[in-house]
């Protein structure tokens, strides 16, 4: 009966007795005729509705999808940190995002904006110290005294860092704070660039 009036198979069919149908009057085919026009009007009328409520929630789907993925990805770079060496070095490159609780909440130190490295190292070392050598003098206190002792008084004066000593190189960095003037740092950042 459903198969027929959904127009899936035809009247002989249905009245098919090896098929377990009976025979139908003139009077019963009138009604089924009537009830496949009542749902043919019907389905006609909420098709338009179905359709559009079947884009809306199709369109809900991609866009909560999108959601999925993009949270996907978000949560994929993520990871704790529980070394406090990486915690430390997470905060000042400003990657490191906390949610302290009430009594974890620390007064905010300056952040790091900007950094530049620096080496200087002296040019044509290798010959000065064979020539001290030769002359009896100590290398490393003639380079502690002329160019070690120098630079670690005006170092301060432009806010660098000693970073640490290579031979005859020193390594300066240069650290650019949040909310203060650009430092040298940043001046030779730009120079480099």
Do not use: W
């Not at 300056?110 to 530049?116: D, E, G, R, S």
């Amino acid at each position: 009966m459903c198969q027929y009036l959904a127009g899936e198979c035809t009247l002989k069919r249905l009245q098919d007795s090896a098929l377990g149908g009976r025979a139908i009057n003139d009077e019963e085919e009138a009604v089924l005729k009537n009830s496949i026009k009542e749902i043919s009007l019907a389905i006609s009328k909420n098709l338009n509705d179905s359709l559009v409520n079947i884009l809306a929630d199709i369109s809900r789907f991609r866009l909560h999808l999108k959601y999925t993925r993009f949270a996907h990805r978000i949560f994929n770079r993520m990871s704790i940190l529980t070394d406090e060496s990486d915690i430390e070095l997470s905060k000042q490159a400003r990657t490191l995002f906390q949610i302290p609780c009430a009594n974890e909440v620390e007064e905010d130190e300056a952040k790091i904006v900007h950094h530049t490295i620096m080496k200087a190292d002296v040019r044509g070392s290798t010959v000065v110290t064979e020539m001290l050598e030769k002359n009896g003098l100590n290398p490393a206190s003639y380079f502690s005294l002329h160019f070690f002792n120098p630079i670690n008084e005006i170092i301060p004066r432009y806010g660098a860092g000693k970073v640490f000593i290579e031979g005859d190189a020193v390594i300066l960095s240069f650290l650019e704070y949040q909310h203060t003037p650009p430092s040298i740092g940043s001046l030779l950042q730009m120079l480099v660039v």
